[in-house]
Every structure is written in structure tokens, then in C-alpha cells.
């Protein structure tokens, strides 16, 4: 069994080796001089052999799934195996590159990089591709066969329990939302949407929606995604976040189907369709509830409210922040069907309101469920912190255009979305304890993950961990 990491218990006791991996000692203080003397920097863990663990045990599959992929190239010129330039489109998000140039100046004459993606792959990889290779094939691959890749990691660690933990009522919080990626102020292809601003330019840009299946101590695992864009220069109207939804659910089924999802959803998706979709697919729904968005069901709602005293809860709040009132009515009826709903009020410990959300759902609310829906309902901003703005702002350069072939351009954010997993799994799990004091920032540790990758050797043998636990660190 491996002992785990055992990387902040002492530095490095003999001076600064600088970027091989030492840390710097704090100099003598003077005589006189007052102050704290400096703090001593943990010694990094070995970040190459982590991640090496972390990928075999939640992914051993992964040389398989990556050889799956369809490859269109001719066999007689092949020179380096897709599933090696599809790693390394994966390692260049991982790493916080920002950039193929920049990735492709620190990794290509990495000898030590070379013999760890030997190990991952089960393959012999003599050299380093340049990353205008990877560029160039994924102008040619099928979208849905890197779409399945992420599908079957996610399945995999569904199946592993690895998840459970995260399950409400025996369903997986699935918070869905859009974001932009990137944007021109030239026409880039014609699935660009427009924007007509009042100075009369025009802004074309690329969006996307994304499902993250969230958790309450701070996880957000994307699971799919559907991009939103113009059928061509010609069109009715423009694709949108609702018609993006129409495509993702079924897509949602077709890669879970057996997975029961409780969406949560912002008050853009108050409309019956949505509801009626997502019943259909036999899961749940929690929507975000406006007044200005359903006014009669509001209405009705406050009045079914005023009927209704006793199904209320008070609860009190962590770190004696203060309390927290919920309220529900069930049966509002609604296009036909049966909807109900929850409000909750956050008040300090003087009483004054910090605090109020309204969501729909199809569920039957009572006392024993009510403070779990209330926290449930609560977690779609998981998607937007952990989700979009780790991609935008953590390192992973979601709005550079890594590609302006439309094509090339998806299958990169896929690549992406597989980082993104593989970060959380690493930096949570068996880094979960010890990543603040040695990393402090993404950005340090992406930087330190592509030095560890280059130049650190994998040791002989290594020893697989029995188990690795999520942390909520």
C-alpha cells in the first residue's frame, strides 16, 4: 500500500536549489532587528509520480480510451500514435501552459517527459511531437468520439463510487449553465453568433453549455457540454442557451443513461419545456424562481404560502452566522403539471436579512427533505466558481484560441474539460491536504507540474495506492 504524500513535514536542509525542487532558507536575522523570522516553505511533493498515481487509479483505461479515438491519418506515415498527441493536448491544459508555443518550448526536449508518457500510454515514445502535429490531426477527428472519452472517465468514476459521497436523495447535482468563450470583431466562421451593440459594431463570438456535476464541499466535474452556435451566415433566429439545453439533454441521456440528475438551473430555464424535458428524462429539476419570470405561479405561490404557516423550518447556520427560515407548498399546478416550491431567508445573528432564494421544483417538499432541497437547490454557483472561473482564471486560458479551425477549436476544450477533471482529482485528492501550504496558487502549481514533468524520473518500482480519497481541502 503507498504511504500517501509525505511532502510538508521539513525543507530542504541544504540552501535554495532554486527551480530543482529545494525551497530557500531564511536568512540570520541581525541583531536588533525586530520581526518574526521568515516562514519555511514546505518542500514541494513530487508532482510527476502524483500524478502518475492519480491518473492509473481513476483512469487506467485512459491509453485505451485515448486509442479509440478514430484516427484518420494514413497509417503509412504516422509517425507519433494519436493517443500520444491527444496526452499531450491534455497535459498542455494541466500544466497552465496558456499556450501551445509556450508548451511546446518547455516539454519538446523533456527526455523525463518522454519516458512518463511511455509508462501511461503502455507504448515507446522516442521523442516529443510538436504540437503543430496535434493541431493538424484534430482538424480531421470526430467530435463525438473525444465527447465519449470524457463520458466514459465520468462513468468510471461513477461506477468506482468514487462520487457517492456527492449524491442528494441518490441523485447527482447537475448544475448546467453557458459562458462565452472567445470573441471577434470580424466574422470567424459562419456558426459565429453576433451581438449588435448601440455604437453599431457587431461582436461575433463563440459560446458554449456545460454540465458540471457539482458537490457542497466544492467540487464541479464537467460531464458534457453543447456549443452554441448559428446553423451558417443564413438563419431565423439565433442558436441561444435554451435550444443549446434541447440538444444537451439528450445527449445527457445517451452518455447516462442509467444516471439519475437533479438539474439545477438559473431563472432562464423557467419555461415548460425545460420542465417537461427534463421530467421525461426521469430526472429532477431545481430552477431558480423569479416573480418577473412566472408572475401568475408566483402569485399563487404566495398566496398557497399565506395557507400554509406550518410548513416551515428554521435552521441555524455554520460558524454562528446566523439563521436561516425556509418555507414550502407543494401542488402548484402548471401547464399540467404538479411543481412545487421552496424559499429560504438568510438572516444575521441581529435578524437583518443578508439573504433570500426562490426555486422550482418536481419534487414533493416536506419537513424531512426541506433543509436538503433548500441546500441542494443552492449549489448551481458551483458550476460558475469552480467550473467557469477555474477554466477562465486558474490557469487553463479558457478564452485563448488555442485554434481558429472550428473544428480543432471544439475538440480542444474537450481536451480541456478532461484537464479540468484530472486537476480536481489531483489537487483534491491525494494532494487535498498539503496543496495550499506547497502550491499556495493553481498558477504555482500548474508551473511546478510542468517542471516535475520534464524532470523528474518516475521511481522504479511505483507502488499503486489501494485508495484514494476525495478531500473537501
Avoid at 40 to 69: K, M, S
Avoid at 103 to 122: C, I, M, S, V, Y
Avoid at 302 to 328: F, H, I, M, N, Y
Wanted: hydrophobic residues 40%; proline residues 5%; positive net charge.
Amino acid at each position: 500500500m503507498d504511504e500517501g504524500v509525505q511532502a510538508v513535514e521539513g525543507v530542504d536542509p541544504g540552501g535554495d536549489a532554486g527551480l530543482a525542487g529545494g525551497t530557500a532558507q531564511p536568512c540570520a536575522r541581525p541583531k536588533g532587528r525586530r520581526g518574526r523570522p521568515k516562514k519555511l516553505r514546505p518542500v514541494a511533493p513530487d508532482l510527476a509520480r502524483e500524478l502518475y498515481i492519480t491518473l492509473r487509479h481513476f483512469a487506467p483505461e485512459l491509453a485505451e480510451w485515448l486509442g479509440q479515438v478514430g484516427d484518420t491519418r494514413d497509417a503509412r506515415y504516422v509517425v507519433f500514435p494519436l493517443k500520444l498527441l491527444l496526452l499531450l493536448g491534455v497535459l498542455m491544459f494541466l500544466t497552465h501552459s496558456g499556450s501551445r508555443n509556450h508548451f511546446n518550448d518547455q516539454a519538446r526536449a523533456a527526455a523525463e517527459l518522454a519516458r512518463t508518457l511511455a509508462r501511461l500510454l503502455g507504448c515507446e515514445v522516442d521523442a516529443i511531437p510538436h504540437l503543430d502535429t496535434l493541431e493538424k490531426v484534430l482538424r480531421t477527428l470526430k467530435l463525438v468520439h473525444v465527447e465519449e472519452m470524457l463520458a466514459r472517465l465520468i462513468r468510471r468514476l461513477i461506477r468506482m463510487k468514487a462520487l457517492d459521497d456527492w449524491r442528494v436523495d441518490g441523485r447527482f447535482l447537475l448544475a448546467i449553465d453557458g459562458t462565452g468563450l472567445y470573441a471577434f470583431s470580424q466574422r470567424h466562421c459562419a456558426q459565429c453568433t453576433e451581438t449588435h451593440h448601440k455604437s453599431g459594431t457587431v461582436t461575433y463570438s463563440h459560446k458554449v453549455l456545460v454540465a458540471f456535476i457539482v458537490s457542497q464541499d466544492g467540487y464541479a466535474l464537467p460531464v458534457a457540454c453543447e456549443f452554441i452556435e448559428n446553423p451558417g451566415a443564413v438563419y431565423d433566429k439565433q442558436d441561444c442557451e435554451q435550444k443549446a439545453f434541447h440538444r444537451l439533454a439528450p445527449t445527457l441521456k445517451r452518455l447516462y443513461p442509467q444516471t439519475p440528475f437533479w438539474l439545477l438551473l438559473d431563472a432562464l430555464y423557467a419555461d415548460q419545456n425545460v420542465m417537461r424535458a427534463t421530467l421525461g428524462h426521469g430526472w429532477d429539476f431545481a430552477i431558480t424562481f423569479k416573480p418577473s419570470d412566472m408572475p401568475a405561479v408566483w402569485t399563487e405561490a404566495q398566496s398557497l404560502l399565506a395557507l400554509c404557516p406550518g410548513q416551515r423550518a428554521t435552521l441555524t447556520l455554520p460558524k454562528d452566522e446566523g439563521t436561516r427560515e425556509v418555507r414550502w407548498i407543494n401542488g402548484l399546478e402548471y401547464e399540467g403539471m404538479s411543481l412545487s416550491a421552496i424559499f429560504q431567508v438568510d438572516r444575521d445573528p441581529t435578524g437583518t436579512i443578508i439573504r433570500q432564494f426562490a426555486h422550482l421544483t418536481g419534487r414533493p417538499i416536506d419537513r424531512d427533505n426541506a433543509p436538503k432541497v433548500a441546500t441542494a437547490a443552492r449549489q448551481r454557483w458551483r458550476g460558475e466558481n469552480e467550473g467557469f472561473n477555474v477554466l477562465k482564471n486558474g490557469g487553463f486560458a479558457l478564452q485563448h484560441v488555442y485554434s481558429r479551425h472550428p473544428l480543432a477549436a471544439k475538440i480542444y476544450f474537450f481536451l480541456m474539460l478532461l484537464a479540468h477533471v484530472f486537476q480536481q482529482l489531483l489537487t483534491r485528492g491525494r494532494l487535498g491536504s498539503v496543496f495550499k501550504e506547497a502550491f499556495n496558487t493553481f498558477l504555482n502549481y500548474g508551473k511546478k507540474l510542468l517542471q516535475a514533468l520534464t524532470t523528474s524520473p518516475l521511481p522504479e518500482p511505483l507502488i499503486l495506492p489501494g485508495q484514494i480519497r476525495l478531500r473537501s481541502a
